[in-house]
Structures are given as C-alpha cells and as structure tokens.
C-alpha cells in the first residue's frame, strides 16, 4: 500500500454505510486520500452479493464503491462492537452513516453521543428524507425516492411515469454528500468545531430534478407546466447507418447546420436566429434535423460536424465504453491485479487534483480483511481480539 497523495491525506473517515450511495461518497473521499475505516455487520455489506462475482462476497458492484478502505467486521448490537467504535471515534475526523438517525441512537451512537466522545467530529448522515419532515422515519431506496420526488414522472409522463435505469437518486446523493462533508472539514479548520451534516435523499434529487423541470412552476402563480420543452424532444437521431446526437445548440450553430446541409430556407422558416421563437418551436425544429439525420452515414455525419464545430457523437454501446477513444486515451478504465479476485477493471477517479492527486491506493477488501489490524491500532490485544471473535462479536478475512 502506498502513502496517500489525495487533498485529505491525513484525514480519517469511519464509514458505517453501505449498499450504494454512502460507500460511493466514502469511495471518494478514500481516493482523495482520506484513511477510510469500513464498518461492516459480520454478515458483511449487502453490496457484497449485488451484481456478477468470481467469488462471493465480491460481486461487481460492490468491487466498483469500495476500494481505498479497511474493512473491519462488527456487531455493533454487543458490548465489544460498542466498545470498539467508542475508542474509534476520538481517532476520526469524519463519521458517515446511512443508518437510520432512530437506530444510531439506540445504538448509542447518536450525534450528541458521538460528540461528547469528540467535539470535532464531523458527523454526517445520509437519510431518505429530511429529519424535519414527517416522512423522516420512513425507509427509503432509489426507486421510492425516483417515484416520490416527482422525478419517474418527468422522465416519463404524469400518466406513465418511468425509472430511469441506474441508481440516480444514490449516486447523486453520494456525491452531494462528498460535498457536504468537504465543506464541513473546511469549517472545521476555520473555527476547530465539528457539526452534525444531514444530506436526505427525497430533497437531493428534488434539487437536483428542479433546475430544468419546474418551468412554470417557478413563479408563483405558475404561468405554464412543469418541464423544459428541449428535454421531452430531445432523441437520439437515426442516420443510415447507426444513431447519433447531433446537438446545434446556439443560434451560430443551427445556422451553420442547416447551411451545411443544403437547408439554408429552415434558418427562417424554423425561426432560427430567435432563440425565444426556436425554443418555443423545438418540437418541429427536432423533427426536421431528426429527418435531415437520415440523409448520410455516421461517419459522414461526424465529418461534418466535427468540421463545422457542431457538438455531436456518435453512441458508445455500453459493451463498448471501455474502448471509447476519450476514455481510453485518458485511462479510465485500468485493469488492476486484485489478491483474490484476480484482473479486475474499474473506472478510476474522475477528478484531477494537479498538486495533490487522487490514487488507488488500496485494493477493496475482503470482509473483516483489516479487523485485527484496526483493533491492534486501537489498544486491543491479540487475546481480546481471539475472545472477540470466538464471541461472534467481531470478526475477521
């Protein structure tokens, strides 16, 4: 294992998260550097069977959230997994949970219990829904949210709502919880307080869907339907060969566009030069670069666009991303020799830090793979750890 080089070197995280949305922020602060210390029930991380597997216990998905962190098991119900955690806290910086506020405090691990343990810990929480609503006590995943939030009706319809096929309401939760807590270690370092941090999902991805899907509704009272016209019509375009986005965007570029084409008569029968006119008129302006797309191959299509400094590309087959010219030229997909699984590939930190450059440092950890190296950080001997284990209470890889 090599040092960290990330901006929170230095930095340690207690992550008490699992399935998707907080071992994916916690993913991210352990490639930026952070020392992340992965609590898991004895039965392990419910990731761990999520998705395709050489072996079990290290499926797919969870290979692709959990590098940089050490995996400790633990039955935080008995009184030597309390007992671990309670001289971990003082050691940590950050503490993150998607464990329900409810149940961390019966526990005993509540923000105030922890907080009296370390007035500088940053205690993060991610929920389903905002603590301060009546739903706050309501279990929550990324279909209900998807659904609840209004955002399954405006990727479908009020009438056929529909999910989009990925875990969007987890994944942009993670990260505006990333977020969240860089911030928080920022006022830190300003005023040596920590904070208690909620990021709910039901209000993330509400935020996230509002910026083009409210329309009218942002007055009050409204003065048109919810939604933004340019996102219902935009589609795929069909070419003689293939598909492409093809995407004229400014008034330069539909002009340059249609010119391109031989269809130089649309710049005013479509209204072009007036981008108020063109908006409101974007279903038949859609429709007619949908049917001008039909005229020539992919590959004569990106020629020209390329030539004509019109935004556009062809589509990558998700079989296919691996090979994408950008992504391979940039290396976002290494494959690594993992200790038990073998050549394994996942997609590397987007981020590029120049002075201080995220690393993948770690490879994911088998469950309980660091227990006995944590708890002999922490004072235990290896007697207590052995009586820990024979008591069922931790255990270990």
Known sequence: MTEPTGPLAGIRVIDLTAVVL???????????GADVIKIEALIGDTARNSGVFRNRGMASVFL????NKRS?????????GKEVLRRLIPTADVMVSNIRPAGMGRLGFG???????????VYAVATGFGQDGPWRARPAFDEIIQAASGFASAMGSDDAPQFVPTLAADKLTGMALVSAICAALYRRERSGEGQLVEVPMMETLTAFNSVDMMGGMSFEPAIGAPGYLRMRER??????????????YSTANWCAFLEAVGRPEL??????????????????VYAEMRAIALTRTNA????????IDVPHTAFTRMTEVTEQPHLKAVGMFPVSDHPTEGAIRVARPPTRFAATPADMRRPVPRLGEHTAEI??????????IDAMVERKSAGRA
């Open 375 to 384: 708890l002999r950080e922490l004072g235990f001997s290896d007697g207590d």
């Open 235 to 248: 589609k795929p375009a069909k070419t003689k060969d293939g598909w492409m986005t093809m995407l004229p």
């Open 300 to 307: 004569e299509w990106q020629e020209l666009l390329l030539r």
């Open 111 to 121: 923000y105030d219990d922890c907080k009296a343990l370390n007035p500088r810990l």
């Open 64 to 67: 692709q959230i959990n590098r």
């Open 267 to 284: 710049i005013d029968t479509l209204s072009i030069k007036d981008p108020v006119k063109r908006n409101q008129n974007i279903d038949v």
């Open 22 to 32: 907080g071992p994916f922020a916690t993913q991210t602060l352990g490639d930026w």
């Open 72 to 80: 400790v098991a633990l039955d935080l119900k008995s009184d030597d």
